[in-house]
């Protein structure tokens, strides 16, 4: 199979991977190194984002199988010592769903502040031309113009993102959460073994 070519500046025939190769290198030009830092931050963040979702569909149905046959291989339910550990086996598990949120949180929080540095950095630029050639020069401001906006659309879309799958990290984590809390039954026992256990399930 043929590689796609197309013509180039010159009118020579130019792979298509290398066209869109230096489109990319002259769009992170035009967008400084605040794009660069946006740009990598943004890789981090949905690798997380990925990272999470495997977790949850590839690793954490092991775990729970193993947590909820650990804790109905006890014979005893109700004891103090063994409701602290069912409360101890739930915080593991939330802490295991919620491990690298924070992070993702922190990077859509970010991202915003940092397209505004660009943009101001880029109107920087701006007045440093028209400092120097007067507000005539149109193409001499046009550097600092598109790096302003393009740093500002950058922040803006991989906030945008990152808020949307984030919510249905959450949301998936709870809902993960709770079917562990129903998952390990506290024994009936006694009356006051019950109140016991209901007041360790509130706390």
Request: hydrophobic share 50%.
């Amino acid at each position: 199979m043929q590689p796609l070519r197309v013509a180039g500046a010159d009118g020579r025939p130019t792979s298509l991977l290398v066209e869109i190769y230096y489109d990319f290198l002259t769009f992170f030009e035009k967008g400084g190194e605040v794009l660069v830092i946006i740009f990598v931050s943004t890789l981090l963040m949905w690798t997380l984002i990925l990272e999470r979702y495997w977790y949850y569909v590839s690793i954490y149905p092991d775990e729970l199988e193993r947590a909820v046959e650990s804790w109905k291989a006890r014979k005893e339910r109700t004891t103090r010592a063994e409701l602290q550990l069912r409360k101890a086996l739930l915080m593991r598990a939330d802490l295991q769903l919620r491990r690298t949120l924070a992070l993702i949180r922190a990077i859509v929080a970010v991202a915003p502040l940092l397209g505004l540095l660009g943009t101001v950095t880029g109107m920087i630029e701006v007045y440093e031309v028209m400092a120097l050639a007067g507000s005539g020069n149109a193409r001499a401001m046009a550097g600092g113009v598109s790096k302003a906006m393009i740093t500002t659309m950058a922040g803006l879309v991989s906030a945008l993102s990152g808020i949307v799958f984030l919510a249905r990290l959450e949301r998936n984590a709870a809902d993960l959460h709770d079917q562990l809390d129903h998952q390990l039954e506290v024994g009936q026992g006694t009356r006051r073994e019950r109140e016991a256990a209901a007041l360790a399930r509130s706390a």
